[in-house]
């Protein structure tokens, strides 16, 4: 955890551990609370607003003929 902590790749900490593959290592990030609080926290609202789909009358009438 504290390698991961500190920005060590996790390939380099699959090898140090001796895991076959990353996949392996990757529990160790499911299970750190911690830095997904901090990413969560980068995170930002997008400035968009939704909006709503209106068909125009040319799709609306080949619609139709199907």
Same mark, same amino acid.
């Given at each position: 955890? /504290?390698?991961?902590?500190?920005?060590?790749?996790?390939?380099?900490? &699959? $090898?140090?551990?001796?895991?076959?593959?990353? %996949? !392996?290592?990757? /529990?160790?990030?499911?299970?750190?609370?911690?830095?997904?609080?901090? &990413? $969560?926290?980068?995170?930002?609202?997008?400035? %968009? !607003?939704?909006?709503?789909?209106?068909?125009?009358?040319?799709?609306?009438?080949?619609?139709?003929?199907?």
């Amino acid at each position: 955890m /504290h390698l991961l902590q500190s920005g060590e790749p996790i390939e380099g900490i &699959a $090898l140090w551990l001796g895991h076959e593959s990353p %996949t !392996t290592t990757h /529990h160790y990030v499911e299970a750190n609370l911690a830095m997904k609080e901090q &990413a $969560l926290a980068k995170l930002q609202d997008p400035k %968009t !607003t939704a909006g709503r789909f209106r068909a125009t009358d040319s799709l609306l009438k080949f619609l139709k003929t199907l």
